[in-house]
């Protein structure tokens, strides 16, 4: 907090009430705007709980699913506030839920839904609020800054999923088996020093992962298989990678 101190010589001069309009103003709708987007996010938040586990419940009050959020969490310091971002973006778990390594805590969130979300070690006095929300069909709420980070990320790992995508589609068709392999290990190791990207590095490791332990028999399957469900995630990135204006809850 900044504190101000003015000595003033002769006569103190009255604030004009223009003046102190024209001053509050701006401050009054900016309060309006976000007391505004804060009442329409489809995202409630409830039960914030402090300490070495600290956790939060959110909810999805809409009729559709949120494919991604963020959360704010404002703690007090000696100085001011520390802020801490969490953002999680759950597109892709319409292709992913149900697999071995897929984390519930990061999939969409369906209408109604409850969930309890871990966070950082949180001291008493600390305060959780939904800083942005996108919804299944490409609408958001929140803060244009993060709405606009997590649309880029979208459109970069969309990039990636085409990558990989095409890769599969110049291979498979033409080569089989071992030969198969040894074409993909090759090209999606050099896809990687170029685009350094989950989708990349992970089909890159999907392909060794069969060459080692794949029966010769099963190779052309299992490399089908990973390749229609790779063009699943891209498929579902091309559609969530594009905002769509407003907000339908």
């Known amino acids: 907090m900044i504190g101000t101190s003015t000595a003033t010589a002769g006569t103190r001069l009255a604030a004009s009430p223009q003046m102190t309009m024209r001053i509050c103003l701006p401050a009054l709708l ?16 409830s039960d914030i709980v402090t300490g070495e586990a600290s956790h939060v419940r959110i909810t999805n009050t809409s ?3 949120v494919t991604a959020w963020s959360l704010k969490a404002v703690t007090p310091t000696a100085t001011g506030t520390h802020r801490e971002v969490y953002t999680t973006d759950g597109y892709l778990s319409e292709a992913t839920h149900g697999l071995p390594r897929a984390a519930e805590r990061l999939e969409r969130l369906m209408p109604g839904e409850s969930r309890d979300l871990p966070l950082d070690p949180l001291p008493d006095g600390a305060k959780v609020e939904v800083l942005a929300a996108v919804m299944d069909d490409g609408t958001a709420i929140g803060d244009e800054a993060t709405i606009a980070s997590i649309f880029a990320n979208r459109v970069k790992e969309r990039d990636a999923l085409k990558a990989v995508v095409d890769t599969f589609n110049a291979v498979l068709p033409a080569t089989h088996g071992a030969e198969a392999l040894s ?14 990207s989950v989708p990349c590095h992970a089909a890159l490791e999907a392909v060794q992962a069969y060459e080692k332990r794949a029966k010769p028999d099963q190779v052309d399957k299992s490399l089908q298989t990973y390749a229609e469900f790779v063009t699943r995630e891209y498929q579902l990135a091309v559609r969530h990678s594009t905002r769509r204006s407003g907000i339908e809850k």
């Open 30 to 45: 900016a309060a309006i705007v976000s007391t505004a987007q804060a009442a329409e996010s489809p995202v409630i938040i």
């Open 183 to 196: 074409a993909l290990k090759e090209r999606f190791t050099a896809l990687v020093e170029h685009h350094d």
């Open 63 to 65: 009729r559709q699913p």
